[in-house]
């Protein structure tokens, strides 16, 4: 029976005492197989870990960083400052060295643990100008090294330090937000922020023991940590931890997880990868396809099919959607989707698929879920009702529309500030606990929220139209010749479109029609099928909303090339920074 608890910390004695032969982390080997750690062998190294912490000088308000993504060691870290009464200060390695520095020099971080040997030498070449930081500590670096993550561990094994039970009210992390616009902000979330928001999480869904996920979120962001991380820890569940994005849906049949968190981004992949597959199948196959997910998407909105459409239904069940279930694993129950807007169009595919997906709203400065959908109670489109303890307030004043306006959140996930951020506080937290979101959307009557777009985002054409771009983008990506997109109109006369094509179905479509594509993105073949598939995904747009123009690049959007967050949001200003003259040049 999983028990109450008020601090990170809580959580870990909790669990690792209830739980203690369960299997928690699993991890893949050289040879591709997967060795799985209990949580009486986890709980073994994070006492361990927090005695060698103490003897490097960590102690109670210390912040510690960590540069790494997800891996068992991040974990033990994490629970290891939590019973310190440290604070944990997550950082990804796709960030750029300079944002590193900005990261540690900004909190005081006092030691810092690095995932590989080269971000240790980095950070090593750096403590002479961090006059904070005084120890470095590598996970990949040789276990007899001094500076050893393994090192640490060992020393700490000789000599124990009792956990410290911080109070809810201690800081927890400082979480530095993505940085689309200017330097990270570190948001300041307690303890108390992170266990509200993962026992109001955890009464929605019906997790056990039994739950195993393939975990490939950043634990860095809130989202991985919250709706992942803390909540499958409290179940007793197990998390196999993936290695590579592109080994993603290899890794989902080896795990076999029965619950999946994740963003738009995998589910769009989802969907494409399945429709690829479908359109090269005989004719009657495509039409019991999608005839099918046409019967399932009624169905699930409470219609009963006929005689035909369900026997079609059962049969293209048996033949077709089981075999891409078991693509995943086939024990997966449930997906939850969140960071971004998941298209209606794809919820009810992966839905029609056999899989319930859950779309939930939240922000790193509410800890971070907010809203969420959940058995039972789901609306596709929306991003669900509020989380018990948890109210939402829509004001119009941000947007002048009577319905549509800035949401506001109240309750006790809400950060407790940005650190050295006075200005930036005085502009988000209200004087009556709310927090200004910045983002828009709209209660239905039955109290579920759906998101229309980020105000700062919305640009207005010549003609005083506003434009949200990001859901229309998500729509556009639908198209399984379109990677990446981002719309461009403010002060324009109407939108264009820089477009990302998806190489490995150009290259396919170009063999079939014989087009040339060595010079594919000023090919006018190939802008006649990019421009043709925008206008067919964006049929549903309205007129001023669709693009006129495109301009292609073959350079994808990605964190090495700092065009997406680490959370894979579009850095719309480092974009336009190299595109933007191409993007002007569709007007003249």
Not at 81 to 95: D, I, K, N, S, T
Not at 549 to 564: A, R
Request: proline share 5%; with cysteine.
């Amino acid at each position: 029976m999983t028990q109450s608890f008020s601090t990170l910390a809580e959580l870990f004695e909790n669990s690792v005492q209830e739980f203690a032969d369960n299997d928690l982390f699993g991890t893949k080997t050289a040879d591709g197989s997967w060795t799985w750690s209990s949580y009486r062998q986890f709980g073994d190294a994070v006492h361990q870990a927090r005695a060698g912490l103490a003897q490097r000088g960590i102690q109670a308000g210390d912040r510690v960083g960590v540069i790494s993504d997800n891996r068992e060691e991040w974990a033990i870290l994490a629970f290891a400052c939590y019973g310190l009464g440290a604070c944990l200060v997550p950082m990804y390695q796709a960030q750029l060295p300079e944002e590193w520095s900005f990261i540690i020099d900004d909190c005081q971080a006092k030691l810092v643990c690095c995932a590989t040997e080269a971000i240790h030498s980095k950070m090593q070449s750096l403590t002479a100008e961090l006059k904070s930081l005084e120890t470095v500590i590598g996970f990949d670096i040789a276990d007899d090294h001094q500076d050893s993550f393994h090192g640490l561990l060992a020393a700490g094994k000789e000599s124990p330090v009792a956990s410290k039970n911080p109070e809810p009210s201690d800081i927890a992390q400082f979480i530095y937000t993505s940085g689309t616009t200017g330097n990270p902000k570190g948001v300041k979330l307690s303890h108390s922020n992170f266990s509200n928001n993962v026992l109001a999480a955890s009464s929605r869904f019906d997790f056990g023991p039994g739950e195993r996920s393939l975990a490939f979120l950043p634990w860095a962001h809130s989202f991985g940590q919250t709706a992942e991380l803390y909540t499958l820890f409290y179940y007793g569940a197990a998390m196999a931890i993936n290695d590579e994005i592109p080994q993603l849906v290899g890794n989902l049949a080896d795990v076999k997880p029965t619950v999946l968190v994740a963003v738009p981004r995998i589910f769009n992949r989802i969907y494409d990868g399945v429709n690829k597959k479908i359109a090269d199948k005989p004719l009657p196959i495509r039409k019991l396809f999608h005839s099918a997910v046409e019967t399932a998407t009624r169905m699930d909105a409470g219609h009963r099919p006929g005689l035909l459409a369900g026997v079609g239904h059962k049969l293209a069940d048996r033949l077709i959607f089981s075999g891409v279930r078991e693509r995943f694993g086939g024990r997966l129950r449930f997906v939850v989707s969140g960071s971004a807007a998941l298209s209606t169009e794809v919820a009810q595919f992966i839905s029609a698929l056999g899989i319930e997906v859950y779309e939930g709203y939240g922000l790193t400065e509410t800890s971070p879920i907010v809203t969420a959908n959940y058995p039972g109670h789901r609306k596709l489109g929306s991003v669900g009702p509020t989380l018990p303890g948890v109210r939402v307030n829509i004001d119009p004043s941000a947007t002048g529309d009577a319905v549509n306006g800035e949401i506001i959140v109240y309750g006790p996930n809400v950060m407790q500030g940005y650190h050295h951020r006075d200005e930036e506080n005085a502009q988000v937290l209200m004087a009556d606990g709310g927090f200004r979101t910045g983002d828009m959307g709209y209660l239905d009557d039955d109290g579920y929220l759906f998101i229309t777009g980020r105000i700062k985002e919305q640009y207005k054409l010549e003609n005083g139209k506003y434009v949200v771009p990001s859901p229309l983008e998500e729509e556009l990506k639908l198209s399984p010749f379109i990677t990446n997109i981002m719309l461009f109109g403010a002060n324009r006369p109407h939108n264009v479109a820089l477009v990302v094509p998806d190489i490995a179905a150009l290259e396919a479509w170009a063999a079939s029609e014989k087009v040339d594509l060595s010079n594919a993105a000023k090919s006018d073949e190939v802008q006649k099928l990019l421009f043709g598939e925008l206008e067919k995904y964006s049929a549903s747009f309205k007129g001023y909303e669709r693009p006129r123009s495109i301009c292609i690049t073959l350079d994808d959007f990605t964190t090495e090339n700092n065009m997406l967050t680490p959370t894979m949001k579009l850095k719309r200003r480092t974009v336009l920074s190299v595109y933007q003259a191409q993007l002007e040049e569709l007007y003249d």
